[in-house]
């Protein structure tokens, strides 16, 4: 199935987006992470500000 998406997002626009993955830790002293799909354009700006 994963194949569907991906040939799905590289026919449109999709090959303008790229899927960004940061690692925040927490109050707590664990990690998460957070992901997001973002303009290629902005990518920098993204991890700047979170």
Known sequence: ???K???SLQKG???EHTKVIKM???E???Y???QEI???DKVKDWF???
């Open 28 to 30: 707590a002293g664990s």
């Open 24 to 26: 925040v830790k927490n």
């Open 48 to 50: 700047a500000k979170s």
């Open 38 to 40: 973002v303009h290629n």
């Open 13 to 15: 626009g999709g090959k």
């Open 5 to 7: 998406v991906v040939a």
């Open 1 to 3: 199935m994963a194949k």
């Open 32 to 34: 998460s992470f957070k």
